[in-house]
């Protein structure tokens, strides 16, 4: 099993930048990649970015270009997205994800997920 747990989230002003951390814990080395999704009130979870714990190119939302990076960091139990030029629109719960397979962008290819932390841009 895989524990997944995020934080960083919190209320930030358009135009501001946030840096949300999802820390992984248990058998990190059966998962092959990390994603973020985020799920806003009466909508679907929609894939934001994700990367392979390996390293290498990364994914993201045609919503997110240029705005928001996903990085890794000490060995496998650290997952960030750091968000900036926040939009109110980017207003969501954001959830980390992990899969053992392969990088993805859908929601049902991933095996774990964290609770979520909530993001919230004011306008």
């Known amino acids: 099993q895989v524990q997944l747990v995020e934080s960083g989230g919190g209320l930030v002003q358009a135009g501001g930048s946030l840096r949300l951390s999802c820390a992984a814990s248990?058998?990190?080395?059966?998962?092959?990649?990390m994603g973020w999704f985020r799920q806003a009130p009466g909508k679907e979870r929609d894939f934001v970015a994700a990367?392979?714990?390996?390293?290498?190119?990364?994914y993201y939302a045609d919503s997110v270009k240029g705005r928001f990076t996903i990085s890794t960091g000490n060995g496998r139990s650290m997952v960030y997205l750091q968000m900036n030029s926040l939009k109110p629109e980017d207003t969501a719960v954001y959830f980390c994800?992990?899969?053992?397979?392969?990088?993805?962008?859908?929601?049902?290819?991933?095996?774990?997920w964290g609770p979520g932390t909530q993001v919230t841009v004011s306008s």
């Open positions: 994800a992990a899969t053992r397979i392969f990088v993805s962008k859908v929601p049902s290819e991933y095996d774990y």
């Open positions: 248990g058998r990190t080395y059966n998962t092959y990649a």
């Open positions: 990367v392979k714990w390996s390293g290498g190119s990364a």
